[in-house]
């Protein structure tokens, strides 16, 4: 009966944002009430909604402050002279403006934060889309391709669950993985490749593209903001943020709290310009705030119901006992959907041990499933519970369901490409 419940719940939501009758906000609130409700649980919604909120408190207070902080870099210029850097590399190019989206994404990911890696990346590269007549929505395509590959990383996030679930190091789960990554990215530069091609045939056939909305992280527009003479110390305190967020000296959301602040007090030392600041980006940081505290409300009632475990047992259970000798394959295979519509910690600590335990008895080693169980991660920052992949449409300015019906396919491509190869390298 949960799994049922958990699926209709899924179901009606993704219509309700795929046709947009609702916005992600209110599907990712009134969806999962509404049927928690009628299944009984509407004396337990406000300690479950409670619940969700604080386990995803901590990061909507970072992304809100990830947003301040580079929108007041923004503002300040720190990123002209990447952007002029990159203009004159790509020139009027669409093509190699989309492969240099992939290659900037590549190496931006590589401090493992999603949300900083969003902000950075569609400040540097939106303006050129936007000039060239781009469709947005390649850009966010792109990035999250290539961020979908690099969130591997042990200190993505996925890899240290699986670390952590099954008590394995780097050199078992992550090592073998390297060449599976490289692959990926690989395809990722092939696929920018190709809508690259597309999006210059589509210009030269149709003219530029404009269905796009300005948006106020692009910043640098106000020439009184900037601070030219100020862009060393801009950049190495941007550099301290990220060091700390490498070596996580202390919570992310603290982290960029504090250098907020510092960055506000050094650029801008009057009250009225800080408040400017605070004030010019307040409906940006708002917006994803909110869908953040709406994706808590809603994994807190899939965790408070039971539906999430159930939903991941019930998928497990459907597989034969005869296929139990390619649970590796499976394994990768389902670690998509179920990657997709749960949480990477209900996943992970939830579902990976339960396959595990079983593949100990057909002998199949936990290094294998764990690697396996990666494979998903490819399509998983798609997910409408992935807190960062609205703060990514919302600095493009795309709507959530735009993004998901342009990205999904190629999506789906990364994760085959990586089973593929790793079945063909003995990774799994």
């Known amino acids: 009966m949960l799994t049922i419940l958990g699926f209709l719940m899924i179901a009606i939501f993704m219509v309700f944002i795929m046709t947009k009758k609702l916005t992600p906000l209110t599907a990712l609130i009134l969806v999962p009430v509404i049927i928690a409700a009628l299944a009984g649980f509407g004396s337990e919604l406000g300690e479950m909604a409670k619940d969700g909120i604080k386990e995803i408190a901590m990061t909507g207070v970072m992304l809100i402050f990830a947003i301040l902080y580079f929108s007041l870099m923004i503002d300040t210029g720190l990123f002209e002279p990447l952007v002029q850097v990159i203009l004159k590399a790509v020139g009027d190019n669409p093509v190699k403006t989309t492969i240099g989206t992939a290659i900037l994404t590549t190496l931006v990911s590589l401090d493992g934060d999603g949300s900083s890696t969003y902000i950075i ?65 690989l395809w990722v530069i092939f696929v920018s490749y190709i809508l690259g091609i597309q999006e210059k045939r589509k210009i030269a056939k149709n003219g530029k593209f404009t269905r796009y909305s300005d948006n106020d992280i692009e910043g640098g527009d106000d020439q009184k903001m900037l601070r030219p003479k100020l862009i060393w110390v801009n950049f190495a305190l941007t550099i301290l943020l990220l060091l700390v967020m490498i070596l996580d000296l202390i919570p992310l959301g603290i982290a960029f709290m504090i250098a907020f602040c510092i960055a506000a007090l050094i650029n801008y030392p009057k009250p009225k310009d800080q408040q400017k600041i605070v004030t010019k980006h307040a409906g940006n940081a708002l917006s994803v705030a909110g869908m953040i505290f709406a994706a808590g409300i809603f994994t807190g009632i899939l965790n408070g119901t039971g539906i999430m475990q159930a939903m991941g047992n019930s998928i497990i259970g459907i597989v034969p006992e005869s296929w139990g000798g390619f649970l590796n394959t499976i394994t990768a295979v389902f670690s998509v959907p179920l990657t997709f519509f749960l949480t990477n910690d209900a996943y992970y600590f939830g579902i990976l041990p339960i396959i595990t335990a079983t593949g100990s008895e057909l002998g199949i080693p936990p290094d294998v499933l764990g690697r396996a169980s990666l494979v998903g991660q490819a399509s998983h920052l798609l997910s409408p519970l992935v807190p960062s992949t609205y703060l990514l449409v919302s600095l493009a300015g795309v709507e959530f369901s735009d993004h998901l019906k342009f990205t999904l396919k190629w999506a789906i491509g990364s994760s085959i490409i990586m089973l593929v190869s790793a079945l063909i390298l003995g990774v799994i």
């Open 121 to 185: 990346v569609v400040a540097a590269m939106l303006p050129l889309y936007k000039k060239q007549g781009m469709n947005p929505l390649v850009l966010t395509c792109i990035v999250m391709l290539s961020g979908g590959i690099m969130n591997i990383l042990p200190w993505g996030g996925p890899t240290a669950r699986v670390m952590s679930s099954l008590k394995l190091g780097h050199a078992e789960i992550f090592v073998p993985m390297i060449p599976i990554m490289a692959i990926g990215i």
